[in-house]
């Protein structure tokens, strides 16, 4: 009997402690774990994400200290391309090349701007195989002009403009392409090109605002474009709606406006 009992309660005691175990694993050690183990990716993700900090600030760093050089080459960029479309001194620098190479601009023509869009290459034509057991060559597969949509377009730089320009140059033959050289590379404003028409003068008197011209002297039409990219991080400056409108400038005595725009 008293071994029996002892028995019984051994058994007990060990299934008490049994459960007790387990109790403590399911309900304190293993959240205790869980959150430990959470805690530890936590502190991991922390690491990284100060690392990547690290490496970003060294980098702004670096960039800071080449911030004059970034100025200066931006000026330079800026010069290419202005914020402003500053038409007037484009024309004092055009005038001055021909001045320089001895040729009369008749007509400089600058058109309004236009906003640039850099257009998406076209996609193939889709070719379809020949059916099995048939011969023949590859033909396109015909499709519905009304169900193929418009190729994307991608936009240039926000807000870049183009100002169409067409400007009419006479002298001689060397002189004129001296100018159309100068043109593209003498000013530190980008011109492009976009068509040229040279026209073979002969020998004659000076006649509603043409200068003389001589045998083999050229009058060329150069069609193109400059450019120009507003400053987007300037600060726009305030106007004042009740102040009066600029005056217009007004005509200067002893010249004639119908003349031609530079002569030699």
Known sequence: MGSAKKST???ATVFAALVIMAAAWFLAISPTM?????IRDQAEQTVSQNEMLELQLAQ???????????????ATL???IPTDAM???????????????AVTLTTITPAPAQLVALAAPAAAPEVTAPAEGTEG????????????????????????AAIPFSLTVLGSYDNTNAFLWDLQNATPRLFLVSGVTGTAQKEGEENAGKPATVDGDQELVVTGFTYVLPDASAVPPTVDPNAPPPALPGAVPGKNPLLPIAGH
């Open 9 to 11: 309660w051994v058994g």
């Open 34 to 38: 869980s959150a430990a183990a959470e």
């Open 60 to 74: 702004l760093k670096a960039d800071f200290e080449k911030l004059p050089e970034y100025k200066a080459e931006l």
């Open 78 to 80: 800026q010069q290419q």
């Open 87 to 101: 038409l007037s001194d484009y024309l004092r620098q055009l005038q001055q090349i021909a001045a320089a190479h």
């Open 137 to 160: 060559e590859v033909e396109p597969a015909a499709t519905d002009p009304s169900a193929v949509a418009a190729p994307p377009v991608a936009a240039g730089p926000a807000g870049l």
